[in-house]
């Protein structure tokens, strides 16, 4: 069995969710909602209900503990705020190795380079314990800091993707970009020492 993520940085402690957190799950997504929906559709009500959070953070536990998602938060170590939320979902194994990366920021928190060190984070977990091969992460055109955010992690785009989700009714395009565990170790041992 693989272990729980426990990771930390120098300013994020990124792991799923407990019971304990949830009304600070329900105010990350309070307090963000207007901001999350300008590129995501818009979650459903219940997720702002503390009872059904807690359902749902169970919910996540047991998918990771199925091999099928790592859908995590990243907490300030001093506040027990969520700053943002990391998820690495539909896991595909057998020859593939793959998975599906999300992402979301507190709109307080944008250019503080919080998103780029929890997402560097859950890399490092998806292609260290989680022994994944592939990420991939998609993105609207539009969305010019998450295109920047994802090649600057080392994600080399590759395709355009017309009509590819439906957000908000309207099907959008979609920027396709990937990283594998070859390219994440040669950046990771390349970059420059602190």
């Not at 998820?87 to 250019?111: T, W």
Request: some cysteine.
């Amino acid at each position: 069995m693989r272990p729980l993520p426990d990771l930390h940085g120098p300013r994020l402690h990124v792991r799923l969710g407990t019971k304990a957190d949830a009304a600070a799950v329900v105010r990350f997504y309070r307090d963000n909602d207007d901001f999350i929906s300008r590129t995501q559709n818009r979650a459903p009500p219940d997720h702002l209900d503390e009872l059904l959070v807690i359902d749902g953070l169970a919910h996540r536990h047991d998918e990771f503990l199925r091999d099928r998602s790592c859908r995590m938060f990243a907490f300030d170590p001093a506040s027990g705020e969520v700053v943002a939320a990391v998820n690495l979902s539909n896991f595909v194994r057998g020859y593939f190795q793959a998975c599906y990366l999300g992402y979301a920021v507190a709109e307080k928190h944008q250019g503080q380079g919080l998103m780029s060190e929890a997402v560097s984070l859950a890399l490092s977990f998806a292609f260290g314990p989680l022994e994944l091969h592939r990420v991939m992460a998609n993105h609207t055109p539009d969305n010019l800091r998450s295109g920047r955010l994802l090649l600057r992690l080392g994600f080399r785009v590759e395709g355009h993707a017309p009509r590819y989700l439906r957000i908000h009714g309207q099907w959008r395009d979609h920027v396709l970009t990937a990283l594998n565990a070859e390219e994440h170790a040669l950046r990771i041992s390349s970059a420059p020492r602190a």
